[in-house]
Structures are given as C-alpha cells and as structure tokens.
Nanobody, 125 residues
C-alpha cells in the first residue's frame, strides 16, 4: 500500500520559513518524479516544484524560484520543500505527489498517480 504523508505546515508571518516533509512508503522515491503541488481556496491545484533524480531534472514555478528548494533523502525515502521568504499568496494546502516509476516530471496533476493528504500553510501579512 502506497502512502505519502506530509508534515511541517503551519502558520507563519510574511518573510518567514517553513520546511515541508513527505514521508513515502510503498514506493521508492528515487525511481520516480516527486512533486509538490498547492491549492488555494477557489483556485486550481498547481505544481510548485518537482524533482526527478534519475532524470536529472528539477522544476520550480516562476514565483517560487529563489525562494523554495525541493530535495529528497533517498535513504529516508522522504521528500522535502524548504520555503523561505514566504508571502501571503503562498497560503494554500500543499500536497506531495509521486509519478509512475521511470517517467519524467509532467506539469499537470494527471502526471502523478499517488497523492498525500496535504498540509496547510498559512502566511499572514
């Protein structure tokens, strides 16, 4: 059984930092594209960042470049998202997602077949 369990969300003031974690079981993240998505109220889910170690690719949405860093610890089978210089517009539910094995990262939700339950990030001004 595949499980992706996010943690690390919370409430911070603008300019603050948070580190999200996604502990995976039932899948080996080193063989998959792993992504972080977020969904704000009344908005579509959007890809924030993704990483595919075997394919040598890392992606960040334009608004996150320079502020967010995606990484993974293969020994712990855990994905991370370090978020710095947080803004109120970063407020959303953040989801961890895993793509099928040996497939390059795709931008849309349909490119990922396993999802976590989400962790809430709230940034106040």
């Amino acid at each position: 059984q595949v499980q992706l369990v996010e943690s690390g969300g919370g409430s911070v003031q603008a300019g603050g930092s948070l580190r999200l974690s996604c502990a995976a079981s039932g899948v080996t993240i080193s063989t998959r594209c792993m992504g972080w998505f977020r969904q704000a109220p009344a908005k579509e889910r959007e890809r924030v960042a993704s990483i595919y170690i075997r394919g040598g690719s890392t992606y960040y949405a334009d608004s996150e470049k320079g502020r967010f860093t995606i990484s993974q610890d293969n020994a712990k089978n855990t994905l991370y998202l370090q978020m710095n210089s947080l803004k109120p517009e970063d407020t959303a539910m953040y989801y961890c997602a895993a793509a099928p094995a040996w497939v390059q990262c795709l931008p849309r939700e349909s490119g990922y077949n396993y999802w976590g339950q989400g962790t809430q990030v709230t940034v106040s001004s």
